[in-house]
């Protein structure tokens, strides 16, 4: 298990960077809030161009081969410059299935699309207040889905779901064309996140897991795209940090710089520590996939991450003052997306429960 | 198997052949005084010494092992499980005695005294803080004065840990209060037992004695005890304080591990429901989890870089600040959870233990060695690239700063 990256891993780091950097543009990213059922596009055009969308994708199947931690950082700079379709995220949940799932034949229709990103995926697990519901109202009988998963991410575009459902046995972990699904698209706060309630009729779909088997790989693929989704956080966090500590020592106030009061410069110093603990989950929990420490590597990586980015959107707001709460400087679009990604993958309230279920030994 | 692992199971396995003599278990089972427990702490740094587990990083010639600082982290990391009786040797090993091995005059002396230092025979202390200078080390007033060849020097000191069993200390003094504060220091070490030095211990809230009021009532210097220029005091002690960069950490802030929180929950109910199925005791323990496994995260990197041949980042400054004022809140909720349980309280109670000795001293840990505040100003100015506070006393001679 290494925590130091290596130098490909160093290069994909730098690259997604610099590809994000030259691309972004705030203007576009504005104009995404008010529109339901707009992605954006062009990040999404580079993630396939970029090969971000077959990074983890096995060999075989036309990927790379490569794993959490590549995807984890590729996923940090999204996060920086809240680019970011929400397919990245769970393509990768949906590949993972595939392939612990053992289903050569599904993975070998599939995947080859994924990698070259003819086919998004979306992971409809929620119900109501449920992250992972003990038992789903969503219902699995003779190969068909019936029943709605409500406000999925990116299922407004996504051709392909991974579907939480209860079956004759207990749950299902079921893959779905969703062709033959309702969308009803979500009007949000965060709307490029594409969110849809899933309806299906009798939706035709395959299972990749059942009973038992399904739970466990359930919360493994939860699991992975929440450490996915915290290195995403982390990347938003710290540009929140740089961007308080860029407006701190240009802005004056009282005769001088507003980062020599201590009230400024302590909340910049607290946010710069919550920003490390959380990388430092981060990269403890991508090195950390497959084996049994992951699952609560997983869970301190996402309630750090998930702090660190929600405490910094609210203090860079705070500390930029008037000028932080305008449309057009857009440091709403980091508070959205700490928001939306506070939510995705299970919130603060299910990590804290799981982690100390995991820790305590009590029955899942 | 790495070196450093070997060298890490080597250790491990001496440690357990001392244990059963010196280890905590086997101490606190004697009650002792803290002068017995200072005595078998001299015959254990004697036995490490002999073992080859004494100065691991330091040069050989100067009487060190001639080992990495990866090797050294390695073994405190071991010896800190044990609850070995080496605390009053950690400030006398860990800055006096390196910034005498650099500056000191006199080598065949100072080996004399490394040696003996090492061996548990002789303790040095550190006398930086002043009644009117604690973070603001350079407003410190304690003065020497040109006396012939030498210096005479009168003044006070404070919070000097174990100043009483001390057998010399290495100080900074005012050698010119008509310049800048920082400018007019100088650096010295001083015999503890000399005429006109006179310690007094101050007992700490939370019961123990272990730091001292200094006096020094015209005590003489030789001049070939001055370490560093005369004025160049300031740059000595900022030396002083990051020498020992390269310590042992603990995410639990030296307070009980979070084991520890979860099996007292486990006893205890709230309103007669379990306490460990109460959601602001499950919120408490995943958020310490989460933020103690991000503290061991970033010291396994800084290990991992260590060995890599990098230097770690600076985000190993967050230690300290981040663990103990997290261990002060959560020792106040394990209390609280206790009820009134908690009210039976042993003030000698080991403080990674206990939740009562762990509150109760918590407060000098946020304090001792970096106050929070200043580690927060060190983080933005040092790290982050932000301004200073304002500094009235900034460019102004010291005998003109305003009162």
Known sequence: MSILYDEGQQAIATESR???????????????????????????????????????????????????????LVAQASGAATAGAPFLTPGY??????????????????????????????????????????????????????????????????????????????????????????????????????YADLTFAGTPAEVLAEGPAALTLAREVLARMAVVTAHEQVGGAE??????????????????????????????????????????????????AGTDAFLVAAADARLTATEAYDTCARDCVQIHGGIGVTWEQGLHLHMRRARSLAIEQGNLLFWEDLLVETLTGEAA | MSEIETYRAQARAWLASMAPKYARAA??????????????????????????????????????????????????AEEMQFGMPNVYFGISLGMPIPILIQYGQDRAWVKERVIKALRGEEIWCQLFSEPSGGSDLAALRTKAEPDGNGWRMTG???????????????????????????????????????????????KLAGGDSHVNEVFFDAVRLEDSQRMGEVGGGFGVALHTLMIERYIATD?????????????????????????????????????????????????????????????????????????????????????????????????????????????????TGRIAGGSDEVLLNTIAEKVLGLPQDHRPDKGVPFNAIPA
């Not at chain 2, 010399?168 to 209060?177: E, H, S, W």
């Open chain 2, 156 to 202: 006070q000191k404070v919070w000097t840990s174990w100043a009483q069993y001390c057998d010399y200390g290495v100080i900074v003094v005012r050698t010119d209060p008509t310049v800048e504060k920082h400018k007019g220091l100088t650096y010295f070490w001083v015999d503890m037992k000399a005429e006109g030095v006179e310690v007094r211990p101050i």
């Open chain 1, 93 to 194: 949940g949906v590949t993972h299935a595939l392939v612990a799932s053992g289903k050569a034949d599904l993975a070998a229709k599939y995947l080859p699309q994924i990698a070259a990103g003819a086919v998004r995926g979306a992971v409809a697990f929620a119900e109501g207040t449920d992250v992972l519901p003990a038992a789903p109202a969503t219902k699995f009988a003779d190969g068909k889905l019936t029943g709605t998963k409500p406000a999925v991410p990116g299922a407004i575009k996504a051709e392909l779901a991974l579907v939480w459902a209860s079956g004759a046995n207990g749950p299902v972990l079921a893959l779905a064309e969703l062709a033959g699904a309702e969308r009803k698209p979500v009007s949000s706060f965060d709307n490029s996140r594409l």
């Open chain 2, 27 to 76: 101490r606190s089972k004697l009650n002792l005084s803290v002068e017995e427990d200072l005595a078998l702490g001299r015959q254990y740094m004697a036995e490490k010494y002999d073992a080859g587990y004494a100065g691991i990083n330091w040069k050989t010639e100067i009487g060190g092992q001639g080992l990495s600082n990866m090797h050294k982290i390695a073994f405190d």
């Open chain 1, 18 to 72: 610099r590809v994000l950097d030259a691309r972004a543009s705030k203007d576009r990213l504005l104009k995404l809030l008010e529109q339901v059922g707009e992605h954006d596009a062009a990040f999404w055009d580079t993630a396939v161009e970029q090969g971000w969308t077959a990074l983890a994708v096995p060999e075989e199947h036309g990927g790379l081969g490569l794993g959490l931690v590549e995807l984890g």
């Open chain 1, 239 to 288: 540009a929140l940090l740089h961007i308080a500590r860029d407006y701190a020592v240009t802005r004056k106030a009282f005769g001088q710089l507003i980062g020599a009061f201590q009230s400024v410069k302590h909340r910049i110093a607290e946010m710069y520590g919550l920003v490390e603990i959380a990388r430092a989950n981060c990269i403890h929990a991508a090195a950390s």
């Open chain 2, 251 to 363: 995410s639990a802030g030296f307070g009980p591990h979070l084991d520890l929180f979860v099996d007292t929950a486990k006893d205890l109910t709230i309103n007669g429901k379990p306490a460990i199925k109460d959601g602001r005791i499950r919120s408490a323990i995943a958020r310490n989890h989460a933020m103690r496994a991000g503290l061991d995260s970033i010291t396994k990197r800084a290990f991992a870089m260590m060995q890599a041949g990098m230097q770690p980042g600076p985000e190993g400054s967050l230690q300290k600040l981040v663990a103990v004022r997290s261990r002060q809140k959560l020792s106040e909720m394990a209390l609280d959870l206790q009820g009134n349980q908690a009210f039976d309280f042993d003030p000698h109670a080991y403080v990674k233990e206990d939740w009562g000795t762990s509150w109760l001293n918590a407060p």
